[in-house]
C-alpha cells in the first residue's frame, strides 16, 4: 500500500493571527494573540532602508522580516529579508528547508545560483543586474556572490512566514556537538588535517 502525504504552512481560518510571542505554549507556528488587542505596529516594520553591516569574513548581512520581526505575520506563509553585499561579498551557500525564495537586486551586479539535488547536482547559475529577478526552489543549496565594483543590495521574498536557514559550512564543520572526523574525512575525501584547520574556523 503507498499514499502520498503533503505538508504545508495551512491557509488562516481568521483575518490574521497575530503571534502571542508572551505565549509558552507548544505549537506548529505561533500563538496567536486575542484579535481585539490587533494594533497596527504587529503588522508594520521599519529598517529596510538601512546599509546592513557587511563586515564581516562573508562580506554580507542579511536583515530578516519574518514572524519575529511582524507578528502579523503568522499564519500568513511569507516573509522578506533584505541582503547586503560589500564588493565580492558573497551569501555563502545555505538552504532554506520551509521556504522557496525570489530574490530581486536592487543595486548592483549578482552571480547567484543553486544546486540541483541527488544525482545529478547540476549548477544551474546566472548573473544578475539591477532590476533582475532570480527563484530558488524550496530546500535547494543556493548561494549569491556580488561581481560588481560596488556595494549591492537585494530583496528576497519567501514562502513562510519562518523559512529558517542552514549555512552548510556552519552546519557540517561548526556544529554543536562536533561531527566526528572520521565522518567527514570520508565524507569529502579529504586528509583530517584539512578538517581539523576547517572546524578551527567555525
Known amino acids: 500500500m503507498c ?3 503533503f505538508a504545508f504552512e ?3 481560518i481568521q483575518d490574521f493571527c497575530i503571534a502571542d510571542t508572551t505565549s509558552s505554549a507548544r505549537v506548529n507556528g505561533v500563538v496567536c494573540k486575542n484579535p481585539m488587542m490587533a494594533q497596527a505596529n504587529d503588522f508594520f516594520f521599519s529598517g ?3 546599509l546592513g553591516n557587511t563586515s564581516n569574513k562573508a562580506g554580507s548581512k542579511v536583515t530578516p522580516v519574518n514572524v519575529v520581526q511582524i507578528p502579523g505575520l503568522n499564519t500568513l506563509g511569507i516573509s522578506m529579508a533584505r541582503i547586503d553585499y560589500a564588493p565580492m561579498g558573497i551569501n555563502p551557500l545555505h538552504t532554506h528547508p520551509r521556504a522557496s525564495e525570489i530574490l530581486t537586486v536592487v543595486e548592483g551586479t549578482l552571480f547567484v545560483g543553486f544546486v540541483t539535488s541527488n544525482p545529478e547536482n547540476r549548477l544551474i ?3 544578475l543586474y539591477k532590476g533582475d529577478v532570480f527563484v530558488f526552489p524550496m530546500g535547494l543549496i543556493h548561494f549569491q556572490q556580488n561581481i560588481g565594483h560596488g556595494n549591492a543590495v537585494a530583496i528576497a521574498a519567501l514562502s ?3 523559512p529558517g536557514v542552514i549555512t552548510i559550512a556552519n552546519a557540517v564543520f561548526g556544529s554543536n556537538m ?3 572526523t572520521e565522518v567527514l574525512t570520508k565524507a569529502f575525501q579529504v586528509d583530517a588535517k584539512v578538517i581539523s584547520s576547517l572546524q578551527a574556523q567555525f
Do not use: G, R, T
Request: no cysteine; net charge positive.
Open 48 to 50: 529596510l532602508h538601512l
Open 3 to 5: 499514499s502520498n502525504v
Open 125 to 127: 547559475s546566472k548573473v
Open 160 to 162: 513562510s512566514q519562518n
Open 10 to 12: 495551512p491557509s488562516p
Open 178 to 180: 562536533a561531527i566526528s
